[in-house]
């Protein structure tokens, strides 16, 4: 199945799932510069090695891959993580709060508000507190078109990340994807998230009152 996602005037993006647990894995590809963001080396690096193949395909110069970015430290987003690391020397980021865990030295911890430039196109980190300590989402705004927000596993369709059952940690990652997704970014905005399908922030944003009731 093809790989490719969107073809965007300035990038184009591209998606694979591994992984017996449908882990996403995302590929931002710039089409002038050939810079490349990987987010979530979920698992399979061979699958991965496609994907970035793939990618290299969208532009008409050498690709090179800037960046793996990690939205959160779960073991089931980090499983390629070294060993891409060790096959392409990329440089390596983070939420600041979850970069120790990870199984690679973080080169770059993210705050919230965070932009990263790339040779043709910048990606702002989103810190979502509650799903893990240091969860980010990473946004890329399209200069023509809708947001695309890589929301990791603190948003899905249908409701927010698991917080175990713990009121407090609900609490604080319902306010904020409420605060800092919802509230910043219009309905139109895409959501990519840790597994599964995508979804945008109009489908479902009426349904944010019953996710408060519900508690998960």
Same mark, same amino acid.
């Given at each position: ?12 993006? %591209? ?35 496609? =994907? ?22 779960? #073991? ?8 891409? @690391? ?42 979502? %507190? ?7 989402? =990473? ?19 249908? /409701?927010? /990340? ?6 407090? %940690?609900?609490?604080?990652? =319902?306010?904020? @994807? ?32 019953? #996710?408060?009731?519900?508690? #998960?």
């Amino acid at each position: 199945m093809d790989s490719l996602l969107y073809d965007l005037p300035a990038i184009t993006i %591209r998606s694979i799932s591994v992984s017996q647990m449908d882990n996403n894995v995302y590929l931002l590809t710039a089409k002038d510069s050939g810079a490349q963001l990987l987010i979530d080396a979920a698992d399979d690096l061979p699958a991965i090695q496609q =994907l970035l193949a793939d990618g290299a395909r969208d532009t008409a110069v050498e690709t090179r891959l800037a960046l793996i970015a990690t939205t959160h430290q779960h #073991w089931d987003h980090v499983r390629a993580l070294k060993e891409l @690391v060790d096959a392409t020397g990329a440089r390596t980021a983070a939420g600041t709060d979850d970069a120790d865990a990870l199984p690679v030295p973080v080169d770059v911890r993210l705050s919230h508000g965070d932009v990263g430039n790339f040779d043709g196109f910048d990606v702002t980190a989103v810190h979502l %507190r509650g799903h893990t300590p240091g969860s980010i989402a =990473l946004v890329y705004q399209d200069p023509e078109g809708p947001a695309h927000i890589f929301s990791g596993d603190s948003l899905f369709p249908g /409701g927010v /990340g698991n917080t175990q059952k713990d009121p407090e %940690r609900f609490a604080q990652l =319902l306010s904020d @994807v409420t605060e800092r997704l919802f509230d910043a970014y219009p309905d139109t905005a895409v959501v990519h998230p840790g597994h599964g399908k995508p979804t945008t922030l109009g489908a479902e944003r009426p349904h944010l009152e019953e #996710w408060r009731a519900r508690g #998960w």
